[in-house]
């Protein structure tokens, strides 16, 4: 319980320390960086499903 | 006589700089070797016995691709002295970097499971049990990392390095057709039977192979760890050049050797693979075997420490191989946890190992172009690197690569859903 709580503090000092970006991207970066994210989680979504098709 | 001198001087300036490039060199070298990793030898080896050397002109490409991408760590890492996941941290603040180092620590737990795969498929040959190579190798790693300092492990590692090479001597062994191996190598075609998902699969994993995320995060911490500076960039970038050469020659001779003895046999695995070519070929069987096991040890090695860099930088623990375990507990626990993780899935009864390698590397290009992107702004970003920046040639490259990337995985996803359109 310790170690979790040490763990919990340990990444809001991170989040604080980083929290100004030193290069800033525009709104529209930003949209679209999450959008690649989310477009790359998705197709490796889809590759687990046929990993998974594949093993049955 | 001034002739003589100046021949005299230029021998002993050239000879200076090689003295110079020795000390610098190791950080591309080993990250492109262990890019050969047990899953890249299982890659190469099914693609050489599917397909011959058919797909050789696609290796060499992925050639200076790898380089191209690399390169932007040494000056990245040389600039900034921080390592790739402090310096997303730093520059994007800690919502990209989470994802950033969350997408490592994913990806490097799946190709750790694929070493682990490797290594114990390779002793299986010899008649061990995956439990004591599993066991073996975790008081390899570990005496490895906790002896010495950065510089004896990389001095360790690039014996490994030599080892991989094995697949050299394996090739010229077989007897391959020069003229068959200079037009694949060069003509751009597709196999026999044109464009299936087979093939779409085997392109996306053999691109996976040869670049990855832990490739980028593993050789700028590298860099920084072995205290390279600014004067440094031009022998860095010469090391990761050399090393990308020899990442595509080993592919090369492996598939040439697979598309010489096994063609149009069914392969699986490298595993499977040395089974069948010990009862004709015992040598180049053992070599083989020799070679899977020495190309997981080396990626086991290098993918545990990205991580442990990685989560080092970003947590502030000492996370330099130059402290010793007291120095560094949280680093080096991490590191042992990793193995230990990866080590146990292999463990587990009837699971899809050689399924899970492939699959491994097909999931590691499609994360890829996030990590990709990431180091493309980075590198362009003045303030950060001021006469480093990258050029407009390596940014019209890089954002081709990514591109090239996210259209592979894109039709490949769609395959996934219209498994008949590629048919």
């Known amino acids: 319980m310790k170690m979790f709580s040490g763990l919990i503090t340990g990444v809001r000092m991170i989040n604080q320390k980083y929290s100004k970006p030193q290069i800033e991207m525009t709104l529209l970066t930003k949209i679209c960086l999450f959008g690649l994210r989310v477009y790359l989680f998705t197709l490796v979504g889809l590759m687990i499903y046929k990993f998974i098709e594949t093993i049955k | ?423």
């Not at chain 2, 595509?248 to 040439?256: D, R, T």
């Not at chain 2, 899977?292 to 000492?318: H, N, P, Q, R, Y």
């Not at chain 2, 991490?334 to 587990?348: C, E, Q, S, T």
């Not at chain 2, 001021?386 to 050029?391: A, D, E």
Request: charged share 10%; with cysteine; hydrophobic share 55%.
């Open chain 2, 1 to 423: 006589m001034y002739f003589l001198y100046k021949l005299f001087h230029q021998f002993r300036k050239t000879s200076k700089a090689f003295r110079m490039f020795l000390a610098i060199a190791g950080p591309g070298i080993i990250v492109m070797v262990a890019d050969n990793d047990a899953g890249g030898i299982t890659t190469y080896t099914v693609t050489g016995a599917k397909y011959g050397f058919h797909l050789l002109w696609f290796l060499i490409i992925l050639g200076p691709v790898a380089y191209f991408v690399q390169e932007m760590t040494v000056r990245l890492g040389a600039v900034t002295k921080r390592g790739h996941a402090e310096a997303i941290f730093h520059a994007f603040g800690s919502f990209w970097g989470w994802f950033s180092l969350l997408d490592l620590v994913f990806t490097d737990w799946l190709t750790m499971i694929t070493e682990f795969i490797g290594m114990t498929a390779a002793m299986s040959i010899f008649g061990i049990p995956p439990w004591i190579t599993i066991i073996g190798c975790w008081l390899m790693m570990g005496t490895m990392i906790t002896t010495g300092r950065y510089w004896t492990w990389e001095k360790i590692a690039l014996i490994f390095c030599l080892v991989n090479l094995i697949y050299i001597p394996a090739a010229f062994m077989v007897h391959p057709s020069v003229s068959d191996i200079i037009y694949n190598s060069f003509i751009p075609h597709l196999p026999p039977g044109g464009f299936t998902n087979d093939l779409f699969f085997l392109l996306m994993a053999n691109v996976g192979t040869t670049i990855a995320p832990w490739m980028i995060f593993f050789q700028q911490s590298t860099v920084v760890d072995k205290g390279l500076k600014e004067k440094d960039i031009r022998f860095g970038k010469v090391d990761t050049a050399f090393g990308s050469f020899l990442t595509v020659i080993v592919a090369v001779f492996l598939i040439i050797v697979c598309g010489k003895l096994l063609l149009g046999v069914p392969v699986e695995s490298a595993a499977e693979a040395t089974i069948k070519i010990m009862p004709t070929n015992n040598y180049i069987g053992t070599m083989f075997a020799i070679g899977l096991f020495d190309a997981g040890f080396l990626g086991a090695i290098c993918i545990s420490l990205a991580s442990s860099w990685a989560f080092g930088e970003v947590f502030g623990w000492a996370h330099s191989l130059n402290n010793k375990i007291k120095e560094a507990p949280w680093f080096y626990a991490y590191y042992f946890f990793d193995l230990l993780l990866a080590g146990v899935v292999v463990m587990i009864p009837k699971a899809p190992l050689v399924l899970i390698t492939l699959f491994v590397q097909v999931i590691a290009t499609t994360l890829l172009p996030a990590a990709l992107v990431f180091l493309i702004l980075l590198l362009n970003d003045k303030k950060t690197m001021g006469n480093y920046r990258n050029t407009l040639f390596e940014n019209v490259t890089n954002i081709g690569i990514v591109f090239a990337i996210i259209v592979m995985s894109t039709l490949y996803g769609v395959s996934t859903i219209f498994p008949h359109l590629f048919q």
